[in-house]
């Protein structure tokens, strides 16, 4: 059974910083990905990071300011997210993830951890 849960969430104010975490089970070479649901609005793709590390993948109002990375001896995956603005704020939520067109989630959604980045 797969089971994901996210934290490090928190209210940081803008240009701030914080690092997300995932930890995952019962998940093996799997394409682990972030995404963020703001309110009123659809889930949306953040960033994805294949098994071994070795491809990245960023939504582009994201690029340059997060980073995704997992340390798979700790099942776990990550989100360091730098210059945090506003636009940011939403709950992130991470999930094993295929790309097609778009990127899909593979499993059933964890509880999310909250950002709020305040101006």
């Known amino acids: 059974q797969v089971q994901l849960v996210e934290s490090g969430g928190g209210l940081v104010q803008a240009g701030g910083s914080l690092r997300l975490s995932c930890a995952a089970s019962g998940l093996t070479f799997s394409t682990m990905a972030w995404f963020r649901q703001a309110p009123g609005k659809e889930r949306e793709f953040v960033a994805a990071?294949?098994?071994?590390?070795?491809?990245?993948y960023y939504a582009d109002d994201v690029k340059g300011r997060f980073t995704i990375s997992r340390d798979n001896t700790k099942n776990t995956a990550y989100l360091q997210m730098n210059s945090l603005k506003p636009d940011d704020t939403a709950v992130y939520y991470c999930n094993a993830a295929q790309r097609g067109s778009s990127w899909q989630p593979i499993y059933s959604w964890g509880q999310g951890t909250q950002v709020t980045v305040s101006s």
């Open positions: 990071i294949t098994w071994t590390g070795s491809s990245t």
